[in-house]
């Protein structure tokens, strides 16, 4: 009985440290986690983990541990805060500049068209360029080719 609870215990402890070993980065590799790495620094930190966790410490307290002792960058999430609000809002920053400049693009090419219909309407002549604008604006697309078999069923009288 001793011996099964030992080794639950142990099996545990062997999860714990694996998921906590697959979310800290190797300070040696830098793009590999230390579960994955076999840099000494690695393999070093996985005993740390696991001495960690049979000390009865919680996933936090290691999670603490490391960032004290190893920095920030030593975890893969790094926890949003003042400084790391720039680099976690700026997707959203420039999705919405970009919405922006395409929003007031549309409004500008809407108004110029309205400019330019109202100085037709007070005898304003238009440059070259409105001109332009408004003919690509007023002039209907071209027709539809008809297709081949289209073409080929009229001749056949179908």
Not at 50 to 59: F, L, N, P, V
Request: aromatic share 6%; hydrophobic share 35%.
């Amino acid at each position: 009985m001793a011996s099964e609870d030992e080794l639950k215990k142990k099996q545990v402890v062997d999860a714990r440290a694996r998921n906590i070993s697959r979310n800290v980065r190797c300070t040696e590799c830098g793009s590999q986690s230390i579960e994955d790495s076999q840099a000494d620094i690695a393999i070093l930190l996985r005993k740390l983990i696991r001495d960690e966790i049979q000390a009865g410490k919680t996933d936090k307290e290691v999670y603490k541990k490391l960032e004290d002792n190893y920095g920030e960058t030593v975890l893969y999430t790094p926890k949003f805060d003042l400084q790391t609000a720039a680099l976690w809002l700026s997707p959203l920053l420039v999705a919405g500049a970009a919405g922006g400049v395409w929003a007031y693009n549309k409004h500008r090419q809407k108004t110029n068209v309205h400019i330019m219909a109202l100085n037709l309407v007070r005898g304003v002549p238009l440059t070259p360029k409105e001109k332009e604008t408004m003919l690509d604006l007023l002039t209907p697309p071209p027709p539809e080719r008809p297709s081949p078999s289209f073409l080929w069923r009229r001749w056949r009288g179908q």
